[in-house]
């Protein structure tokens, strides 16, 4: 089995930066893809950036060029900076493991951003 567990997360102004850290443990080695997800108010959840299973990475438009996703060279840590960060970007921050027999996510943090 594979757990996550996230960190980081919080309040900043407009304009902040944040760091998400997932931490990985178990059987790390059947993790696939891995990636970074979204859930707002009243919004369905959304992929944010993600490793896919060939090492490409992938945004949401939403954030290109304001958000990067990496990790570590064991890939049972990964990371989301977060830059530029704007009021809609408040939401609350799921890391995802997944592959072709399970699809997990971590409890979840809050990000929020006040204008």
């Known amino acids: 089995q594979v757990h996550l567990a996230e960190s980081g997360g919080g309040s900043v102004q407009a304009g902040g930066s944040l760091r998400l850290s997932c931490a990985a443990s178990?059987?790390?080695?059947?993790?696939?893809?891995m990636g970074w997800y979204r859930q707002a108010p009243g919004e369905e959840r959304e992929m944010v950036a993600r490793?896919?299973?060939?090492?490409?990475?992938e945004y949401t438009e939403a954030v290109r060029g304001r958000f990067a996703i990496s990790r570590n060279s064991a890939r049972n840590r990964w990371y989301l900076q977060m830059n530029s960060l704007k009021p809609e970007d408040t939401a609350v921050y799921y890391c995802?493991?997944?592959?072709?027999?399970?699809?997990?996510w971590g409890q979840g943090t809050q990000v929020t951003v006040s204008p």
């Open positions: 995802n493991a997944r592959n072709s027999w399970y699809n997990l």
């Open positions: 178990g059987r790390t080695a059947s993790i696939a893809a």
């Open positions: 490793f896919i299973i060939d090492g490409t990475i």
